[in-house]
T-cell receptor
Framework: KAGVTQTPRYLIKTRGQQVTLSCSPI?????VSWYQQTPGQGLQFLFE???????NKGNFPGRFSGRQFSNSRSEMNVSTLELGDSALYLC????????????FGSGTRLTVV | QKEVEQNSGPLSVPEGAIASLNCTYS??????FFWYRQYSGKSPELIMS????GDKEDGRFTAQLNKASQYVSLLIRDSQPSDSATYLC????????????????FGKGTSLLVTP
């Protein structure tokens, strides 16, 4: 079966711009979680969506937002980009909410210049 | 902040040896524990989960959990060069921001190098 698909794979943006990342979970998986990975901080939880509703949120500023569609696909948006937002953004798919046996996508590498 | 602590390494073991990776966590109500493996330039993949005290074996991997000591470990027997990767410990922690009450926190990972 198809895995978790994240697009785009790479992005270069300028400070102050906004960006939207996309994630399509494994077919049948209804929960999508987003993580930010940096060398210094490791994997940090952004948010979890289940049945089109945000069910859990990490400690990130309001510039980070997301949504989930009826087909379980999810997008995350970062507005007013800062240099510190440069990171690998990983989407994780699971069958149900708070099922932490994740399958991760390949990630989107965001570079802010 | 609910901490998940791992030694960053690198942990270097010879091929065929046992690699022992350790993790401690701070949230006493944690119930679910996971080990993910991440190869350089790749995304994490789940290799083990454990929920009860004691040992859980899956092939060459054994996860060990001691909730009283808030300690979880991963043993890799007969280590192979292909096991060289970063191993991430993940623990569910209580989260007031969560509908379910829990979120998953990751440690920063231990880098394992298996030398031929």
């Amino acid at each position: 079966k198809a895995g978790v698909t994240q697009t785009p794979r790479y992005l270069i943006k300028t400070r102050g711009q906004q960006v939207t990342l996309s994630c399509s979970p494994i077919s049948g998986h209804r929960s999508v979680s987003w993580y930010q990975q940096t060398p210094g901080q490791g994997l940090q939880f952004l948010f979890e969506y289940f049945s089109e509703t945000q069910r859990n949120k990490g400690n990130f500023p309001g510039r980070f937002s997301g949504r989930q569609f009826s087909n379980s696909r999810s997008e995350m948006n970062v507005s007013t980009l800062e240099l510190g937002d440069s990171a690998l953004y990983l989407c994780a798919s699971s069958l149900v909410m708070s099922d932490f046996g994740y399958t991760f996508g390949s990630g989107t590498r965001l570079t802010v210049v | 902040q609910k901490e998940v602590e791992q030694n960053s390494g690198p942990l270097s073991v010879p091929e065929g040896a046992i690699a022992s990776l350790n993790c401690t966590y701070s949230d006493r109500v944690s119930q679910s524990f996971f080990w993910y493996r991440q190869y350089s330039g790749k995304s994490p993949e789940l290799i083990m989960s454990i929920y009860s005290n004691g040992d859980k074996e899956d092939g060459r991997f054994t996860a060990q959990l001691n909730k009283a000591s808030q300690y979880v470990s991963l043993l890799i027997r007969d280590s192979q060069p292909s096991d060289s990767a970063t191993y991430l410990c993940a623990v569910n922690v209580y989260s007031s921001n969560s509908n379910s009450g829990y979120a998953l926190n990751f440690g920063k990972g231990t880098s394992l190098l298996v030398t031929p």
